[in-house]
């Protein structure tokens, strides 16, 4: 496949004639180039249709099998001994991922508006607020989680969240022989 290459093409304008020229020409092109955008939208909106129609089977099959087995694995934690967080199986990895730490609202109706204010009041805290208004730095907050203590958390009313997510991997082998098979 060989690159094209384009070249802009413009003139000087030295006239009013020479101006309503290039205005009628941008009109031309601007309308085309736009029927063509909206036919080529089209046939990739038509292509989406037709793959999501193609594949909505399939892909709530596999929405319902992630599901049963992350209650499965949420129900029998004892699938995963000595603190394991996945467990092998023939062609596939099972288990669970720590997600990174976020700054939450220790209340559900505090704002960060007002947690913002009650932090730049501490004498600890102000570092992680910027002003007009005051924002909370979460990402600052979160590189110094481990000074911050759980008594001046509660003071501020934030707390530190670490979630984890499900995931089942296919094994190795099992991608690389489909990409393969795929190409």
């Not at 699938?79 to 939450?104: M, T």
């Not at 913002?116 to 989680?145: I, M």
């Amino acid at each position: 496949m060989s690159k094209r290459k384009t070249k802009a093409l413009f003139s000087v304008i030295s006239t009013e004639e020479g101006l309503a020229a290039a205005a009628n020409r941008y009109v031309e092109l601007s309308l085309d180039f736009a029927g063509r955008k909206a036919a080529h939208d089209k046939r990739i909106a038509e292509l989406n249709a037709a793959f999501d129609a193609e594949t909505s089977d399939q892909v709530s099959e596999i929405n319902g099998l992630i599901n049963s087995a992350q209650l499965y694995c949420e129900s029998h934690r004892e699938l995963f001994p000595d603190d394991q967080r996945s467990r092998e199986f023939r062609n596939a990895r099972v288990g669970f991922r720590w997600n990174p730490y976020k700054v939450e609202k220790r209340l559900t109706k505090d704002t960060w508006d007002a947690i913002g204010e009650r932090l730049s009041e501490l004498p600890w805290g102000e570092q992680y607020v910027t002003y007009k208004p005051p924002v909370v730095n979460k990402d600052l907050l979160r590189d110094h989680q481990a000074e911050i203590t759980e008594q001046q958390q509660r003071q501020a009313g934030i707390e530190f969240v670490k979630g984890e997510t499900f995931y089942i991997d296919p094994a190795f082998d099992t991608v690389a022989r489909v990409a393969k098979e795929a190409a």
